[in-house]
């Protein structure tokens, strides 16, 4: 299994492809695509035949008109069960939630999602979403005025659609108490990656016992301070090694000690290392050009 690196056009929000006008493209019976995750929100729609999907705890079967939706850090892969398999495809990142400090949480915070979900033909909610996605391939793939407006306009009606009937959560009352408790911290964290930072500093800024301070962040997040924070720090990296950083560069001003340690760590969180995530981004670019 393997991170997909999904590389977006410039100033594009989404990675699209396929669409209702001209026909989504064919695909070949079999394997589609092998076992892997990524972070991106996916949504696959079936216009004409039969594909399965794949999941570490399940498989889904999805006929002509149905659209599976696949939560982000999941893993699966996809095949096509007919030769008249046809497929449109629509990814984004999960929009930034309104409180920037909680953007990294999302990562730990176990929100209950459902893994994925197939929103059979038919039904209202279906063709809702697929008028979405047919609206964001074809402005992306057209480019009219104010295109980015409709495609950011369309992501997050789609992220109301899956909200409603109850596939994608947010935070509860309860959750966002609890974090609360810690969001000093966090936002230390946030705000000075770079710097070499201790669990002691980390409780001083809630006034709390630095033991006590561990419980309570394991307790919430389901992580320790410092993995979450070597989270944020591979993050920070990854954006400089995306903007042309070295990789050296990249684990000093991320605030990693050692480039052994840094190399591990990204490994863990991306699983590439800093120079295959490198080579991807370069193949990506190249392929854009091209």
């Known amino acids: 299994m393997y991170e997909q690196i999904i590389q977006y056009r410039p100033d594009s929000p989404v990675h699209a492809s396929g669409g209702d006008l001209p026909p989504a493209p064919r695909v070949n019976v079999g394997l589609i695509c092998d076992m892997h995750l990524h972070k991106e929100y996916e949504f696959l729609y079936i216009p004409s035949g039969r594909l399965r999907c794949v999941t570490m705890d399940d498989e ?5 008109g149905d659209i599976l939706f696949v939560n ?15 497929t449109t495809m629509v990814q984004f990142n999960s929009p930034i939630v309104a409180d920037s400090s909680l953007h990294y949480i999302t990562r730990f915070f176990k929100f209950f999602d459902t893994p994925a979900y197939v929103f059979k033909s038919g039904k209202t909610e279906t063709e809702e ?5 047919n609206t964001i391939t074809q402005e992306h793939k057209n480019h009219s005025p104010f295109w980015r407006d409709y495609v950011n306009a ?14 994608l959560s947010d935070f ?4 966002k108490n609890e974090i609360k408790k810690i969001l000093p911290a966090i936002e230390y964290m946030n705000n000075n990656f770079a710097q070499q930072i201790t669990t002691a500093e980390l409780s001083s800024t809630l006034s709390f016992n630095e033991s006590y301070f561990c419980r309570l962040f394991k307790n919430i997040l389901g992580t320790t301070a410092t993995e979450y924070l070597n989270f944020v720090r591979v993050c920070k990296a990854e954006t400089m090694l995306k903007n042309g950083a070295s990789i050296s560069d990249a684990s000093y001003k991320s605030g990693f000690s050692s480039l052994s340690y840094f190399n591990r760590i990204f490994k863990k969180y991306k699983h590439y290392t800093p120079s295959e995530f490198r080579k991807i981004i370069k193949n990506r670019e190249a392929d854009f050009r091209s």
């Open 154 to 167: 369309n992501i997050f009606m789609l992220i109301a659609i899956l909200r409603r009937y109850g596939i």
């Open 60 to 64: 889904y079967i999805l006929e002509a």
């Open 129 to 133: 979403i697929r008028t979405c996605m």
């Open 72 to 86: 982000s850090y999941v893993p699966h892969s996809t095949y096509a069960e007919t030769e008249d398999t046809f």
């Open 172 to 175: 509860t009352h309860n959750q």
